[in-house]
């Protein structure tokens, strides 16, 4: 009889490809630190007791030049989170294997985003 060898796991560590994934979903999570950032400098100046009692004018209107850039900001994300999906996507031949949810909801997060800027440049 002849003695079966079980199969040789050569995968030690994670590869080039998966290192990739990694590092886009953490460039993802930047840029949508980043887009946070910039509604909180575009949206108009809540005025408050301080301004009021000293006459201080507020801005009341959104800086839609900030809003542009968060428009490409959000496109590149979502780009950058379908091709990180489908790197993933490649790598699902083991059970241990994931897929990392982490770009699923980045690319579903800028969508969302670019459906809502749109709709707010189409009502302003």
């Given at each position: 009889?002849q003695?079966?060898?079980?199969?040789?796991?050569?995968r030690?560590?994670?590869?080039?490809?998966?290192?990739?994934?990694?590092?886009?979903?953490?460039?993802?999570?930047?840029l949508?630190?980043i887009?946070?950032?910039?509604?909180?400098?575009?949206?108009?100046d809540?005025?408050?007791?301080?301004?009021?009692?000293?006459?201080?004018?507020?801005?009341?209107?959104?800086?839609?030049?900030?809003?542009n850039?968060?428009?490409?900001l959000?496109?590149?994300?979502?780009?950058l989170?379908?091709?990180?999906?489908?790197?993933?996507?490649?790598r699902?031949?083991?059970?241990?294997?994931?897929?990392?949810?982490?770009?699923?909801?980045?690319?579903?997060?800028?969508?969302?985003?670019?459906?809502?800027?749109?709709?707010n440049?189409l009502?302003?």
């Amino acid at each position: 009889m002849q003695d079966f060898k079980s199969p040789i796991d050569r995968r030690q560590k994670s590869d080039g490809i998966i290192k990739l994934v990694t590092f886009i979903s953490t460039i993802g999570w930047i840029l949508i630190i980043i887009c946070a950032i910039l509604v909180i400098y575009a949206r108009p100046d809540q005025p408050n007791m301080f301004y009021k009692m000293f006459n201080v004018s507020t801005r009341d209107y959104w800086n839609y030049s900030l809003l542009n850039i968060m428009f490409i900001l959000l496109i590149f994300l979502f780009v950058l989170s379908l091709i990180g999906i489908m790197m993933n996507a490649m790598r699902q031949r083991r059970k241990t294997d994931k897929i990392n949810k982490s770009l699923i909801f980045q690319a579903i997060m800028s969508l969302v985003g670019m459906i809502l800027l749109w709709v707010n440049s189409l009502i302003g």
